[in-house]
């Protein structure tokens, strides 16, 4: 398979998990780009369901690489945490997983400000973040004052770990919150870093061994489009490049090495946390999305506010990530709908627009423009062919590739592997 990025086309949770297991047959590498343990990732592999958070989704298939790239936040005891749930199961990462040196550490200060920074906020202005602090260790590796994997298991360590500390608590304790207590966390955290050392290396040397050797890697986003710090619904995004271009900062491979890219979009759209989403709907027709589609944060496990398939966000998702292809998902959800409404365009004061606006109080205020499709009102979640889905599935589906000029590659009709259908990738 060619070197394939892999990006969230809406506001995550689109099925990058599902998508990422089954493309992984096909490749030599799975590497994630970046974010943290902020993502969860649902792989169902039989009976069993597993939800990865930093590890990429790619681990089920024992010959293959795994790398968590320089540009993912790292909170090592997750990660621990991680290694143990899938050793439990009777996955072993050893000698498959490697963790790029250059990465940054989540320390245990960054989530509580993420906390105290969010119970500051009034309703309105809360982002509703996952509170694994996220934001404020993208904000230390841009202030250039953040500890890297190279820092955390090098000999400078203890130093390097109580320096960060000591600032943290001035924050905190200019903030109200509790302080952290600098030799306990130090202590345990030097001991974290013991277990995490075998797993960090140079991995961009990895990335260049693997393109030299013409091996296939495929690049596994977290979060989605929407929630890009450069393209999303600011401030209401999370704190990295979860578009295209942050396979390439956040792995070390470059532009011209990536052959294609893959953008994975649910047939309607979901949200969790809070911030504009123009085709969100309070109404029957949302709970039963979000009772079909068992719409519930796989990470801190907050119910996903639900809505209509939104073009406008779809074509803007196209064009950014040069998306070559859809993988569509959860096409089975909408089995039961009489009928279908995909937004076309917004009405803004009057007027109709076709893009998304920066401003997000614009965003707040566009409507959506609707049009309505017939449902198919049968089941598709045992169907594992084009050929065999209803006639007004298909149109529904054409329908989404023409408003937002890509192709289809794969059709997800169920969470399991076998509920796919792949159609031209
Ligand atoms: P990710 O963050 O993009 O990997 O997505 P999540 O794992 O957070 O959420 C996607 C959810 O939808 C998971 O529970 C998947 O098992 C499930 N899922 C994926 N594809 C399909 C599908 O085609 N149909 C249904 N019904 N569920 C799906
Ligand atoms: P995956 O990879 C859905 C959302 C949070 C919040 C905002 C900022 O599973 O698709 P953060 O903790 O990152 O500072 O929170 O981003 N968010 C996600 N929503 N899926 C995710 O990841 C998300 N990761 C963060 O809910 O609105
Ligand atoms: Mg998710």
Redo the contacts with the bound molecule.
């Keep these: 398979m060619p070197n394939t990025v892999l990006v969230?086309s809406q506001?995550?949770?689109e099925g990058?998990g599902k998508i990422i297991d089954v493309l992984t047959r096909d490749v030599d590498v799975v590497i994630r780009f970046q974010?943290g343990n902020?993502?969860?990732?649902t792989v169902k592999i039989d009976d069993q369901t597993y939800v990865l958070h930093l590890i990429p989704s790619g681990i089920f298939f024992e010959d293959k690489t795994c790398i968590i790239g320089n540009g993912v936040v790292i909170n090592p005891v997750a990660l621990l945490q991680e290694i143990d749930e899938l050793a439990a199961k009777g996955i072993s990462v050893k000698d498959r997983l490697f963790v790029s040196d250059r990465a940054h550490v989540v320390l245990p200060y960054h989530g509580e400000i993420d906390a105290a920074r969010e119970a500051r906020l009034s309703d309105e202005q809360r982002?509703?973040?996952?509170k694994?602090g996220?934001?404020p260790a993208y904000g230390d590796k841009v202030s250039r004052t953040g500890l890297r994997m190279c820092d955390f298991v090098g000999p400078n360590a203890a130093a390097m770990i109580e320096a960060r500390i000591n600032e943290a608590n001035l924050i905190l304790g200019a903030m109200n919150a509790e302080l952290l207590d600098v030799e306990k966390v130090r202590d345990e955290y030097l001991t974290v870093a013991e277990r995490v050392r075998p797993f960090v290396t140079d991995t961009i040397v990895m990335v260049h061994k693997a393109i030299a050797e013409s091996k296939s890697i495929l690049f596994e986003g977290?979060?989605?489009t929407m929630?890009d710090i450069d393209y999303g619904t600011y401030p209401?995004?999370?704190?990295s490049n979860a578009t295209a271009g942050g396979a390439c900062t956040g792995t070390g491979a470059p532009p011209n090495r990536i052959d294609r890219v893959i953008g994975v979009i649910k047939t309607y759209t979901t949200r969790?946390?809070?911030?504009p989403f123009p085709t969100e709907l309070n109404d029957p027709d949302g709970r039963m999305m979000a009772d079909r589609g068992h719409e519930f944060?796989?990470?801190t496990g907050r119910p996903r506010r639900c809505g209509w398939f939104d073009a406008v966000i779809g074509r803007y998702a196209a064009q950014i990530n040069g998306v070559d292809y859809w993988a569509m998902t959860k096409l089975d959800v909408l089995d039961e709908f009489e009928t279908i409404k995909i937004c076309v365009a917004y009405e803004l004061d009057g007027k109709r627009i076709e893009h998304v606006p920066a401003d997000v109080e614009m965003l707040q205020r566009c409507k959506p423009l609707y049009e309505e499709w017939p449902g198919w009102m049968s089941s598709t979640s045992e169907l594992s062919k084009w050929e065999e889905l209803p006639e007004k599935a298909q149109a529904y589906i054409n329908r989404l590739c023409d408003l937002t000029g890509a192709k289809l590659g794969i059709l997800s009709v169920g969470p399991k592997r076998s509920s796919t259908m792949r159609i031209a990738l």
Excluded at 38 to 41: E, I, L, P, T, Y
Excluded at 127 to 130: H, Q, R
Excluded at 236 to 239: A, D, R
């Design positions: 969230g506001w995550g949770d990058k974010g902020n993502a969860g990732h982002i509703g973040t996952t694994r996220i934001g977290a979060q989605g929630l209401f995004v999370t704190s969790v946390g809070e911030g944060g796989a990470t």
